[in-house]
């Protein structure tokens, strides 16, 4: 079983910046796709990007795309989203995920989804006020 956590949320104003990590203490994640969701009060689950094996991301959500990114550095086992300009609207819940990959072959099939998704973190809260 792969444990999930998520960490660097927090309580940050307009225009501010963040930056979550995902990572499975103990564990190397070299073998998984990561995806990076968030969940609003009273919203349906978001997809913001995923990444591959390779670093290679999928599209961003429009509603980050140019704001946030994702990365992940192999040698810390740790997956990335550095979050610019943050606005009230991305106060959320946010998850990372992952799905193991073969070599060699996208570990997102059908898409930066919730349903390819095999292991979650717990979430990290951000919230954006002034």
């Known amino acids: 079983q792969l444990h999930l956590v998520e960490s660097g949320g927090g309580l940050v104003q307009p225009g501010g910046s963040l930056r979550l990590s995902c990572a499975a203490p103990g564990f190397t994640l070299d073998y998984y796709g990561i995806g990076w969701f968030r969940q609003a009060p009273g919203k349906e689950r978001e997809a913001l990007v995923c990444?591959?094996?390779?670093?290679?991301?999928?599209n961003y959500a429009d509603s980050v795309k140019g704001r946030f990114t994702v990365s992940r550095d192999n040698a810390k086992r740790t997956v990335y989203l550095q979050m610019n300009n943050l606005k009230p609207e991305d106060t959320a819940v946010y998850f990372c995920?992952?799905?193991?990959?073969?070599?060699?072959?996208?570990?997102?099939?059908?898409?930066?989804?919730?349903?390819?998704?095999?292991?979650w973190g717990k979430g990290a809260l951000v919230t954006v006020s002034s």
């Open positions: 995920a992952a799905v193991a990959t073969r070599w060699g072959v996208s570990g997102f099939p059908r898409g930066c989804v919730s349903e390819g998704m095999d292991y």
């Open positions: 990444i591959e094996t390779s670093g290679v991301s999928t």
